[in-house]
């Protein structure tokens, strides 16, 4: 008889334990995460550190439609005047006349000011310390601005504003704002928050369950808000089609890379939950923890230099200050975790690392830093979402740039020609460029890799596409990036150039010429014979291939050209670039040139090009390159994978790759060697 009572008795006091602890979930995790969110998005007033200070010199932008910079900008110390003028301009109805609500932008939505504004009230009046904190006249305009949002309910024409970019910003301020919000405004807030849903993949996953968990935060559904965390965390993985890669780079959108622009807001809202979770239930493991860290030391360290993000990892998102801001937003989240090494100067990692999954390669010396961006049949060079990035239809076809101080191509943009991206060899046309939507931005050979090698490393692409071929290759050491290329063909009219590169002008573009040097002013053309440039503590040493042009002086351009949230306004600069022309239908052209960063004059002027690097054969099947100094290297680059004769000795590379090859006890043997994968 006790037996057959105690079975619905022990059932019913486990019903009741874990009631209790959903009630206890509910009731003290939910506040916890509530708090935590508040600590985080009202931080104390005295909040000061080096990246800060060094974040305060930036001016603010006034254009913004990157959450990542927005979120960064919220960091800048509140503009009590900008503020002002948000009350005395609001509207009786909680409206405000310089945004066009009825704005159909896809990027840089008007309508979304909005919200952002209304966070920003809400941040003063609820930080102790500002002469705003708890004004009755800055209350009641946020609830009428509040007001206007859920009665008007503007829509965007861009999915992601409805259900990311609005609920992200005014879910967050609701949360500040919850003690003091009618019921009404809740109802408001839960159907902003509403339109997001657990889908997608990658951080397009992550923003969407962070939105659901607003929603479980304000609703205080323990079970939703579990969901959600759990929805999240399922992205800290490595190796998926989409998100962390196996090399520490990002995809999104398929096989693209993606650092600066997803793959930084990833991680920088995985930053924000870290903190949001902590002293919770919901907290990171260790596991989850040491992915994001590797994340940071083995990917994203490798592609800022004194605080500016490269190029090429920006993305479609050619910002104005973009390279500052995403440098910083990483620093910011890096130091979340508790992580060092963003110097404003200085180079704390020193090596090579080619991204094999995103044909992308980094080196770094102790002075200098050269990046250079490839694509292939498998990997997707660019992008066009949103017209940002219009212009960029060439940007995964070798974009090879040179640092030593980090802002030497930071707004570049609009005096660019976009057919002459440092390091691209492409068609010269006077055409428009061509819509990567229609044309995708994709090269269409597999012959693209590289490899690291002690310090330096070599990088490929065969370049495949727009009936324009070239076989374009990267060597990569301490000392300087040699380029060089052959079988430059094509049966197109348009001329065809090799960009060497293009930057800002600082100070004079030299050329050494009859001994000594002399400046560049406008621009000058060069017959083929070596040629000897310095310009800004580079130097870079041209070999008799082809024709050179150089240009030294002011541009005009307009942001507006190839990032349409900008409005249109004509801007001009000072610029120098190197250019190489290999003409009209060009069959079998070759370029060769050294780049030497963070060197003088006199390095460039007593420069060997013989005794640096000897080319041992240059054609359709391979080429073997030996480098002299300061140890010898022999590189062959097979592209059928058929035997060669190095030096006179056989060596057979089995399949296309490079290899670098050395005497073994039978013959040539490869010591070290990556694979196309085909």
């Known amino acids: 008889m006790n037996r057959l009572i105690s079975i619905p008795l022990i059932a019913l006091f486990l019903i009741s334990s874990i009631t209790a602890f959903g009630h206890g979930l509910r009731n003290l995790e939910i506040e ?19 990246l800060t200070a060094g974040l305060m010199t930036i001016s603010p932008e006034t254009e913004m439609s990157d959450q990542v910079v927005i979120e960064l900008h919220e960091r800048y110390p509140f503009d009590m005047a900008k503020v002002e003028t948000y009350l005395s301009d609001l509207r009786a109805d909680g409206s405000w006349a310089d945004i066009n609500y009825a704005d159909t932008r896809r990027s840089g939505w008007d309508p979304k000011r909005h919200a952002d504004r209304v966070l920003e009230m809400v941040k003063i009046y609820k930080t102790p310390g500002t002469r705003m904190y708890g004004s009755v006249d800055l209350k009641e305009k946020i609830h009428r601005a509040l007001g206007f949002w859920f009665k008007e309910k503007p829509k965007c ?14 879910g967050p301020a609701c949360i500040i704002m919850e003690d003091e919000l009618s019921e009404s405004e809740k109802e408001g ?50 190796g998926r089609a989409e998100g962390i890669k196996s090399d520490w780079s990002f995809h999104q959108h398929g096989p693209q890379q993606q650092f600066g622009n997803y793959g930084l807001a990833y991680l920088s809202g995985m930053g924000f939950y870290h903190k949001l979770f902590d002293g919770t239930a919901c907290r990171f493991d260790d596991e989850q923890e040491s992915i994001l860290r590797s994340f940071i ?47 404003v100067s200085g180079n704390p990692l020193v090596g090579h690392k080619h991204f094999y999954e995103s044909d992308y390669t980094v080196h770094r010396s102790a002075d200098w830093m050269a990046s250079l961006k490839m694509s292939s049949s498998r990997v997707t060079g660019t992008e066009v979402v949103n017209e940002d990035n219009l212009l960029g239809y060439y940007l995964g076809d070798g974009a090879t740039f040179y640092y030593v101080r980090g802002d030497e191509y930071c707004n570049v943009f609009p005096f660019w020609d976009w057919r002459k991206i440092p390091g691209v060899t ?42 324009l071929k070239a076989r374009k290759t990267w060597f990569f050491t301490d000392d300087f990036v040699f380029c060089l290329a052959s079988g430059i063909s094509s049966d197109s009219l348009p001329e065809v150039t090799t960009s060497i590169d293009s930057r800002f002008k600082r100070g004079d573009l030299s050329v050494f010429v009859s001994g000594r040097w002399r400046k560049v002013d406008g621009e000058e053309r060069f017959n083929s014979r070596m040629m000897r440039f310095h310009h800004d503590s580079i130097g870079y040493v041209v070999m008799p ?66 005794k640096q690097v000897k080319i041992h054969r240059d054609d359709d099947d391979a080429q073997i390159v030996e480098l002299l100094l300061p140890e010898r290297q022999m590189w062959v680059i097979s592209y059928t994978g058929e035997p060669v004769k190095v030096k006179g000795k056989p060596f057979t590379p089995g399949q296309p790759g490079i290899y670098l090859v050395e005497k073994g006890a039978d013959g040539l043997i490869s010591n070290i060697f990556t694979q196309f994968a085909i």
Request: net charge positive.
């Open 545 to 610: 291939t082809a024709p050179l042009v150089a240009f030294a002086g002011t541009k005009t351009g307009d942001w507006s050209d190839f990032m349409k949230m900008y409005a249109p306004a004509r801007v001009e600069g000072d610029v120098v670039s190197l250019h190489l022309r290999h003409g009209s239908r060009p069959d079998g052209a070759s370029y060769r040139y050294f780049v030497l960063p963070a060197c003088r004059k006199e390095t460039v002027a007593r420069f060997d090009p013989a």
């Open 189 to 238: 807030i839960i159907d902003v928050v509403s339109a997001a849903r657990f889908k997608m993949t990658g951080q397009n996953k992550v923003w969407l369950a962070g939105n659901v968990l607003i929603r479980g935060l304000l609703q205080e559904d323990a079970q939703l808000v579990k969901m959600a965390r759990d929805t999240i965390m399922s992205e800290i993985a490595v």
């Open 157 to 170: 024409l861009n999915w992601w504003q409805n259900e990311i970019g609005v609920p992200k910003t005014l």
């Open 426 to 467: 492409a068609y010269e046309d006077d055409a428009p460029i061509p819509n990567i939507r229609k044309n995708k931005s994709k090269n269409v050979s597999p012959l693209v890799g590289g490899v690291d090698y002690g310090s330096g490393g070599v990088s490929v692409m065969t370049l495949e596409r727009d009936r």
């Open 32 to 50: 916890k995460i509530k708090s935590n969110y508040r600590s985080i998005l009202v931080p104390p007033l005295s909040a000061t550190d080096s």
């Open 297 to 343: 030391n083995e990917g994203y360290k490798w592609v800022i230099w004194n605080r500016y993000m490269d190029v090429s990892a920006l993305g479609r998102q050619l910002f104005h200050n973009a390279q500052l801001h995403k440098g910083y937003a990483l620093a910011f989240t890096a130091a979340g975790f508790g992580i060092g090494g963003f110097p």
